[in-house]
């Protein structure tokens, strides 16, 4: 039942979409085939232009498109591989600092005193001016795109860590040292599994963000990537291909989410379900 409800939405506003495109219907109710149109013309008209909005049939034909013959640029995988690539490596060194950072500072409260203004100044600066630096300093290859993705992602990760290290139970932790456990047993048995729910809730965002990153990199100099595929559309206004490219970094995001999903069942099976999943059980 769920999925039909979620597949009739789809068709109804795919459908909706396809029919604004193809026919204006302008006020004494007569339907039009879609055509370029000037201002007042289309001021005067319902419906959408297909030439600014395009329409799903255009859509369909472009990723076809892509995947059969390819882009102007380079084969469709290798945009893909590329800009994957940048996402994955930007997750990874950012989610690894974040995290081992967060739990740090989460347990030295001097330190976390001391830093907090700096990290929150650093958290503030617009990403964007990050890329377009990044770009500057390492040039139009992948590293740039790394560093956009892991900016992104470190500060995602980083908070959510830092506040799971912050929210372990005390009274657990003075048992563990009253039982003779170091400071580095207490944070690997206690702190870190304590914090993992929260870390992994992060990870989740943390991904999308990659994406954002490498994507947002890409636009702004690349010689690969699905980022340069779409601002090559925009600048020659083929909407089409900027749809196109939105849905093929949407199918990568929920291939990952699904992937972080499993991994996160697996590894947090010894907590006791929640009140929601037991309701599922």
Do not use: C
């Not at 390819?70 to 590329?82: A, L, M, Q, Y």
């Amino acid at each position: 039942m769920v999925w039909g409800v979620r597949l009739l939405i789809v068709a109804v506003g795919l459908g909706a979409w396809e029919f604004a495109a193809r026919y204006w219907v302008d006020f004494d109710g007569n339907t039009h085939f879609s055509k370029p149109l000037d201002w007042k013309d289309h001021a005067q008209r319902w419906g959408i232009d297909q030439f600014f909005y395009s329409q799903p049939s255009q859509i369909w034909e472009r990723l076809y498109d892509w995947f059969t013959v390819g882009p102007s640029s380079g084969p469709i995988w290798e945009h893909i591989g590329v800009t994957l690539w940048e996402a994955v490596a930007g997750f990874v060194i950012g989610s690894i600092g974040g995290v081992v950072l967060g739990v740090l500072l989460g347990r030295a409260r001097f330190f976390a005193e001391v830093l907090a203004p700096f990290i929150k100044a650093a958290n503030a600066i617009p990403r964007i001016v990050l890329a377009s630096l990044f770009v500057i300093w390492f040039g139009l290859g992948l590293s740039s795109k790394i560093a956009t993705a892991v900016v992104l992602v470190f500060f995602a990760v980083f908070f959510n860590a830092f506040q799971g290290a912050r929210e372990v139970d005390r009274n657990v932790v003075n048992n563990a040292r009253i039982l003779g456990a170091s400071r580095m047993k207490v944070l690997t048995s206690i702190v870190v599994p304590s914090a993992t729910s929260w870390i992994l809730a992060s990870l989740h965002v943390a991904f999308g963000f990659a994406l954002i990153g490498a994507v947002v990199g890409e636009v702004i100099g690349a010689k690969r990537g699905l980022g340069l595929l779409i601002a090559h559309s925009q600048g020659t206004f083929d909407a089409a291909g900027i749809y196109a490219g939105m849905i093929i970094i949407t199918v990568i995001a929920l291939g990952a989410e699904w992937l972080l999903t499993a991994l996160e069942k697996r590894l947090l099976r010894w907590r006791p379900p929640t009140a929601s999943e037991a309701v599922h059980i």
